[in-house]
């Protein structure tokens, strides 16, 4: 039943979405060097997370799956994110652990 | 300036994740060969879009050109389920709908 | 370093082009009932095989866990095409256990 | 008829894998400030790139805009990567000037 998962698939969406605009305020910083972390799990991390959000969506037997290492990846990209002052940076951090969060809770979540 | 067109990206990943829904509610309808249409405009639908929200996200130049060709593939996958009494094609008609009306006015804002 | 695995990334994009295919003609078919599981699977698959491809290319430290993920995919995948006898499916069987294959031996390399 | 249009699925995922490796190799590069335009186009045109082949083998009434939006696209990338002279930025820039004619040529063939 993809209806109890929809909080799941927003924070999916609101991760990506999160993601790509921490990558383009990046690639725009000053100092850059310090952001190659951040850039490269950004850009792993917007994709898992809309590809996982589609896959709960279309009530795919490998949702939990998907979803289980979505949430490794935010957790990665979320901990990077929360290393740095920017403000992108720490909007990003916090919705790759709310994306984490909700992606382990759907994962173990009973009778998908 | 990403952030004057969040309900555009928010619309953008409503109508992507009710596509999927429905795409994947069609397939287990009774009536299959009625919903062909739909499954495919719905799957091209929900692609288009998270694109578009990408692209917005990322602050692209081409961002309105494709809002504008997402536009139009919203309006067509709409009227399609808008002709199907079921729930899902129902609020998938709504959210492309809406979508597309986001999306025209993304795509003819000032100053992007 | 991702070109010792160009053989999985473009069996991996040679996989999604062919269940993109099959899905699009499975929606043509005459006895369309029997084409609901496939077309379920290949919408899923191609869009994993995608992301695979370019986690491979990005150098990803995930990029070996999803391509597991996305093996089991392919193979599940595969062998419902494998059932029918439409050209598209017997190719799309094809093609994805080719993907099965080379995502396991590339998650199985070592040093990556 | 999407076979006669596999050269340039083919073109397409081959510039998306080029893309995506040339985004990886430019966030390693020493000079990174030099590199930003590349990564962010790389990031663009990848993705573009990825849902163009999508829609061709889709049969999709939209795939032959969107091809059109793809061309525009590989040859601002295709120009930025030209500039440079890493190994990486030279093959991406073949890969995005070969997939732009493609696109170009499949936008404007008869009979789609």
């Known amino acids: ?26 690639l725009q910083e000053e100092d850059l060097a310090m952001m190659r972390q951040c850039i490269r799990l950004d850009i792993q991390c917007a ?13 795919s037997e490998f949702a939990r799956q998907l979803c289980n290492l ?12 929360a290393k740095h002052q920017a403000e992108h940076c720490q909007l990003c951090a916090k919705a790759c652990h709310r994306c984490a969060q909700e992606c382990r809770s759907m994962a173990s979540a009973a009778g998908v």
Do not use: H, T, V, W
């Not at 979505?70 to 994110?81: D, F, P, Q, R, S």
């Open 1 to 26: 039943m993809p209806e109890q998962f929809n909080s799941c698939i927003e924070a999916c969406y609101a991760c990506a979405a999160a993601c790509d605009r921490c990558a383009a305020c990046c």
């Open 47 to 59: 994709n898992i997370c809309r590809l996982s959000a589609q896959f709960i969506s279309l009530d």
């Open 70 to 81: 979505c949430a490794e990846l935010c957790e990665k990209c979320g901990n990077e994110c």
